[in-house]
């Protein structure tokens, strides 16, 4: 005789219910999780763990969501990527958030140290020839150029500072007027590396197509947009190359860092990497940052360009208006 209990359709749903729960998009799983009190529990600890990592444990340290009865948002939905990617046409694929049975990599996704000394550097040497690496060949303003594939050194070289992901402590703190915002958790020393600029790398047409939608939604103040432009400008001075990030619905942490019309405590710098062919939009630290400073850096000059939208960047030089972007 077999006296094993068949499962209920309990059993079978609190089974199930952490595997498809954490795919969800905020709205699905609010509707969901009124269904009954399994469910409920379910999403409750699914929304737990979605603000307690923004990261979904891509990164080296938890980047947690910080709401202190500001609002009723618990955190921010977004696709997340550590760096940036080919746009997508369609929605973005689903990414699970908010499982339990996430894993931080660790050892896994590894992590890149800076090397003091500089001695780990082998790429300067190539057949005893030290002008080996194409890394050290050139440097320009707002430009910097790290070890890639194309080098033969370990990937401790002090010349990959940007290569490792996030691996100073941040946090994302709601504010009354400016939404998120992303904050030092730590002290971070002047020129450490914070974090890249990651989302999807658009074409010009695109982005001005994207920027055009997001005009709209933002109109009616519910819709904030994270599309960057950067501009290259090529050593003749003639030319200049556009590079159009939107972390709109796939970034990282860098979607956050709001605007200020000091121009902020973050240097942004493009970093192309040997064997690579497109460069890479990187935050530094422009100065030391205590611990709880928000991090910011300047969107543009306001003028003639302006959006309308009103800054509250409290800067003695603020404007009072956003700047905008012509894309
Ligand atoms: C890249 S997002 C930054 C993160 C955003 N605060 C959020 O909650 O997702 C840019 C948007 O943040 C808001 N923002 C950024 N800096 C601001 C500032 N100084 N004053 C007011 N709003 C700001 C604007 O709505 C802007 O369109």
Redo the contacts with the bound molecule.
Sequence with gaps: MNNEKKPTGVDLLSTAAPYILPYLPPADLSAISLTCKTINLVAKSVSVGRSSDASRNSEKHPIPFINSGVDNHPY?YFTYTPTQIISFTDNPPRQPWGSCSNERPGSTLSRLKSVEDGSACECERSNGDFLGCPCFRQRLPGLIWECGSGCMCVPECRNRASQGGVSVRLKIVRSL?????LHADQFIKDGEFICEYAGELLTTKEARKRQLIYDKL?SNGKH???LLVVREHLPSGNACMRINID?TRIGNVA??????CDGGNLSTVLVRTSGALLPRVCFFASRDILKDEELTFS?GEAGLNSTG?????GSSCCSGF?PSEHT
Excluded at 255 to 260: A, D, Q
């Design positions: 921010a007027m400016k939404g998120w915002g933002a904030t947009s994270a972390a979607r956050f860092i709001n605007h200020s969107y939208s009103k800054c509250f960047c956003m």
